[in-house]
């Protein structure tokens, strides 16, 4: 939301007080954040696929240290 946009809200009679103008979201760092997790589970899935297991049963085979 713009600060003119929650200026033009907070004019409104049944406000009191200005709306707050949220903080930006940083899109960029979910977008990274998204790419690196599909690398990562590309990268499960193809060490599965090799192993003749599922993603799944990979995932539990390192969560029991074998």
């Known amino acids: 939301m713009t600060e003119a946009a929650a200026r033009r809200l907070a004019s409104a009679p ?10 930006e979201h940083d899109f960029q ?10 690398a990562l589970m590309c990268a ?6 090799q192993r003749d297991t599922t993603f799944t049963q990979q995932i539990d085979i390192w969560e029991a240290g074998e």
């Open 29 to 38: 760092a979910d977008v990274k954040a998204d790419q690196q997790l599909a």
């Open 14 to 23: 049944h406000y009191a007080q200005p709306l707050p103008v949220p903080p």
């Open 44 to 49: 499960i899935a193809r060490i599965a696929k």
